[in-house]
């Protein structure tokens, strides 16, 4: 047995699925994620700086908010993704 | 593009392939990664000072993702992970008061960063030793499990320990465990990270698979839930003292959630002892950084 063989628990059907579906995820994603980010900065930079110098109680809350927001967000945006392309069930 | 919380200017897609590669290997070996994407922040020129919040932020919301995906593939023991936490928490908070009384005394960050280098090449060493034993049993004995340990003598001695109250974790395979020995080792983890400085992932998934039994991707994926916790409590505790940009975590994340979901869905092709012996690489990639910032 080979040792790359020995690493990888089998040769899994679903492998050559889940590579195009990362393929696929990032060239759907990505522009998505842009333009998102785009927007946040538009939006919310100003704002964003303004209440961390004058509410740092308020930033804090805000932060951690912001970026579980995009996490939850984002995974939630890249399943639905994968499950409308038929790479997810 | 400037940052004007941390006031600096950054390319964007640095962060964000930054975010990328810590991603990637937060979501297969199941740690937040503290130890080098803070390197990798200083690198790319986010000041020091912004480093530690700034890579706890992005880190919580990095480990949502991979977490989320670890518990579509039934990797993560929600029981365990909250009996953790109670241990991890105070832990983290007296390694930071002895971290404290230590300034007090004398040279605290050479004996801190040795400590570090002596746990981490321990660790990465144990690990390789161990993993590489596990593959060659399972490859001579042709084992036909998933999840091969090659020491397991740790394992029987946590289970003897049995002071009420006795919980069952069936995601874990786990018919009775003590209460206590689960937040005891969330206890002593979180003393070691909180003495060290970082997040503790790469202490307490050795701890999970070696001491507690844990199977190697339900340890990955509870990690990760537990990080969720530690980092977003971090990341409110450094925003407070001004040490978070959450602009550059966003445009660090946005990399971070792709490489996240991959490093996630790649640990269903490799086999538990498989992931052990690559995972033994990154502590000596922690200690050889720690070594180059000590300039030994």
């Known amino acids: ?89 | 593009m400037e940052f004007p919380i941390a006031g600096v200017v950054i390319n964007p897609f640095i962060l964000a392939l930054t975010g990328f590669f810590v991603g990637v290997l937060g979501g297969f070996f199941g740690v937040g990664g503290g130890f080098l994407a803070g390197p990798l922040m200083f690198w790319v020129g986010v000041p020091i000072n912004f480093v530690v919040g700034t890579d706890l932020a992005h880190m919580t919301g990095k480990s949502i993702v991979s977490a989320r995906t670890h518990r579509a593939l039934g990797h993560v023991d929600f029981r365990l992970a909250g009996l953790m936490i109670i241990g991890t928490i105070p832990g983290v908070e007296l390694g930071a008061q002895l971290i404290e009384r230590l300034k007090d005394v004398g040279n605290v960050e050479e004996v801190v960063g040795i400590s570090y280098v002596v746990i981490l090449t321990a660790i990465g060493i144990f690990t390789a030793w161990e993993s590489f034993r596990a593959l060659r049993v399972k490859r001579t004995d042709q084992l036909d499990v998933h999840e091969v340990v090659g020491v397991d003598s740790l394992i029987p001695r946590s289970r003897s320990f049995r002071i009420p109250p006795l919980i069952r974790l069936p995601v874990s395979g786990m018919e009775e465990v003590c209460v206590w020995a689960i937040i005891l080792g969330g206890l002593v983890t979180g003393l070691l990270a909180g003495l060290l400085g970082v997040g503790g992932g790469f202490l307490r998934m050795p701890l999970m698979v070696y001491v507690l039994g844990i199977p190697t991707h339900v340890a990955v994926g509870t990690d990760l839930f537990e990080i969720v916790i530690s980092a977003g409590f971090g990341t409110i505790t450094h925003a407070l003292k001004g040490n978070v940009d959450v602009l550059i975590a966003l445009t660090m994340h946005t990399g971070a959630a792709i490489g996240a979901q991959i490093g996630a869905n790649a640990t269903r092709y490799f086999s538990g002892p498989a992931i052990r012996m690559l995972f033994s690489i990154l502590p000596i990639i922690a200690a050889v950084l720690v070594l180059l910032k000590l300039q030994v």
């Open chain 1, 1 to 89: 047995m080979s040792g790359r063989k020995n690493l990888l628990t089998q040769s899994d059907p679903s492998f050559k699925p889940m590579l195009r579906s990362l393929a696929l995820e990032l060239v759907i994603y990505g522009p998505l994620v842009t333009l998102y980010f785009l927007l946040i900065f538009a939006f919310a930079r100003d704002l964003l700086v303004s209440i961390y110098h004058e509410m740092p109680v308020v930033y804090s809350i805000v932060a951690l908010l912001m970026i579980v927001g995009q996490g939850v967000l984002l995974e939630a945006l890249t399943s639905w993704l994968l499950r409308k392309i038929g790479l997810r069930h």
